[in-house]
């Protein structure tokens, strides 16, 4: 199991950057794939973009491709969320989730551990 504690969000302009951090405290993190969920109100969770445990391989959904980047440090049990070119349909809340395996997947119910989430607010 792994336990998940997301920060950085906040309120920014369209065009604005923020980079958000997850947390995570658990034998298994370094194992684990971890991904970025998006949950806007009246709106489904949405898969933002995933990364391997080797940090080698990364895979983003189309709407936020080339515009966030995923990364890891194992040694911090860290997990990064750049975002720029902030836009204001990227406002939801954001979620860190954590995935046993070696396989990157976008469907959430493959993902265990989830944190509380952070709010991300874009402006126009």
């Known amino acids: 199991q792994v336990q998940l504690v997301e920060s950085g969000g906040g309120l920014v302009q369209a065009g604005g950057s923020l980079r958000l951090s997850c947390a995570a405290a658990?034998?298994?993190?370094?194992?684990?794939?971890m991904g970025w969920f998006r949950q806007a109100p009246s709106k489904e969770r949405e898969f933002v973009g995933s990364?391997?445990?080797?940090?080698?391989?990364?895979y983003y959904a189309d709407s936020v491709k080339g515009r966030f980047t995923i990364s890891r440090d194992n040694a911090k049990s860290m997990v990064y969320q750049h975002m720029n070119s902030l836009k204001p349909e990227d406002t939801a809340i954001y979620y860190c989730?954590?995935?046993?395996?070696?396989?990157?997947?976008?469907?959430?119910?493959?993902?265990?551990?989830w944190g509380q989430g952070t709010q991300v607010t874009v402006s126009s």
């Open positions: 658990g034998r298994t993190f370094s194992s684990s794939v």
């Open positions: 990364i391997t445990y080797s940090g080698n391989y990364t």
């Open positions: 989730a954590a995935k046993s395996g070696s396989y990157i997947v976008s469907n959430p119910t493959f993902y265990k551990d």
